[in-house]
């Protein structure tokens, strides 16, 4: 009895692992969740009720490959996917279950064992889909860092399982309530550890949602400033027609020139420092450039951008980034200078974001450091910038000299767009 809810328990994990190998595969899938609960749910009822009535090799090997090949055509139609993921879950899956069994027992076809040793290949399992979830997916340094330590639970589990068939003291009973109490404290630190990875993603989509609100809300009001004065231009625009039609029978040039510099000076708005008429990319460059005009001494910007720039998130995740580390640093100097020169010309991105900083780099394994003081929540700036310069075949140099800190960058854009 104790085996046969042992059995039923390692059962339902291996079918929870399966589901997140398909979402390795196929990603997260929202849309026919009843679909999905009762694949998964008659698979695991299947599978669980063929092993215990016939312990044979043969039809196990059938009912996994059918009900994993069955949960793959939730996912996809085609046959060569179906084949690829379908017989890569099984040969991880079988391959867990002979080094968990042969090294501890003389197998028989047709023979019932013990289920601890189910355990361990569940372990083993859930390890593989932890490296394989590293491996498939670009993860950032912290995230990995995380991954490794999720990795020892289920390994501690496996060498502390090992141990204890070959204590002579240990006895069945035994064996079979810690493989539970293991059991149990893996998948829950699986599930955790699965909430919390969604929760900081969430949070992390909310704080981009609420940094764009405030970049458009910028740019709204700025769009209002400017259209007021355009109002007042207008509403005024008889009366400084007459006063040039005047100047100009009076043959005043100077006089005419003055007074259009004059109605120059109106229309501009200080405000606005980048007016390309791309929406996205102004607002971006609009709020951290007014911060930059507030916060330090000297700023130069030099914009050259079309109107209807694409890719334009990849695009404020990389100015967003540089430009809010460039103040942050400028700020802590006495030059406090900033130098922003953006182009695209033939379809080829040159960014050049230049700022004074202390001279203080801390140089890691995989590049450069943060040197702020909450680390965990910093120094992820440059990496996500490195992965969008690699996602457009770019080039990414960092040239810090004396006392100033240099970003330069080369994206390809038209190969993205071809």
Request: glycine content about 4%.
């Amino acid at each position: 009895m104790i085996d046969m809810i042992i059995c039923v328990s390692t059962n339902l994990f291996r079918v929870y692992l399966i589901r997140r190998f398909m979402q390795i595969f196929f990603g997260c899938r929202e849309e026919g969740k009843v679909k999905q609960v009762l694949a998964y749910g008659g698979f695991f009822l299947v599978n669980t009720v063929t092993y215990l009535m016939f312990h044979l090799v043969w039809v196990n090997i059938i009912c996994n490959l059918a009900g994993i090949s069955l949960v793959v055509l939730l996912y996809t139609k085609s046959i060569k996917m179906n084949l690829f993921v379908t017989c890569s879950i099984y040969l991880i899956n079988i391959g867990c279950d002979t080094v968990s069994t042969l090294p501890f027992i003389e197998y028989r076809d047709g023979e019932s064992f013990t289920q601890v040793y189910a355990v361990i290949s569940v372990f083993l399992i859930f390890i593989c889909e932890l490296l394989t979830e590293k491996i498939v997916n670009e993860r950032k340094q912290v995230e990995n860092i995380q991954n490794f330590s999720l990795v020892l639970v289920p390994l501690c589990s496996i060498i502390m399982l090992c141990l204890l068939i070959y204590i002579e003291a240990s006895t069945v009973s035994g064996l079979i309530i810690i493989s539970v109490g293991l059991l149990m404290a893996n998948f829950l630190i699986f599930y955790l550890y699965n909430m919390l990875s969604s929760t900081l993603s969430q949070k992390y989509e909310n704080d981009v949602l609420r940094q764009k609100i405030q970049n458009y809300s910028n740019q709204i009001e700025i769009m209002l400033q400017g259209e007021e004065k355009v109002k007042a231009l207008r509403h005024d625009m008889k009366h400084h027609m007459s006063e040039l039609k005047l100047m100009a029978m009076k043959h005043e040039n100077k006089a005419i020139q003055k007074y259009i510099d004059d109605m120059e000076a109106f229309m501009e708005n200080p405000n606005e420092i980048v007016a390309s008429g791309n929406v996205e990319i102004d607002s971006v460059l609009n709020y951290l450039l007014q911060r930059a005009k507030k916060e330090l001494r000297s700023v130069n910007v030099k914009i050259q951008i079309p109107a209807a720039v694409s890719h334009f998130f990849d695009l404020n995740v990389i100015l967003g980034n540089l430009l809010e580390n460039a103040i942050e640093a400028a700020m802590q100097t006495e030059e406090k200078q900033l130098d922003v020169s953006i182009k695209l010309k033939q379809g080829v991105m040159w960014i050049k974001i230049e700022n004074s900083f202390h001279g203080g780099l801390k140089k890691g394994q995989h590049g450069l450091l943060t040197t702020k003081e909450k680390k965990e929540q910093h120094g992820i700036g440059l990496s996500n910038v490195r992965k969008i310069v690699e996602k457009y075949n770019g080039i990414m140099e960092i040239c810090p000299h004396d006392n100033l800190f240099c970003v330069k960058l080369i994206l390809y854009m038209s190969r993205i767009e071809n």
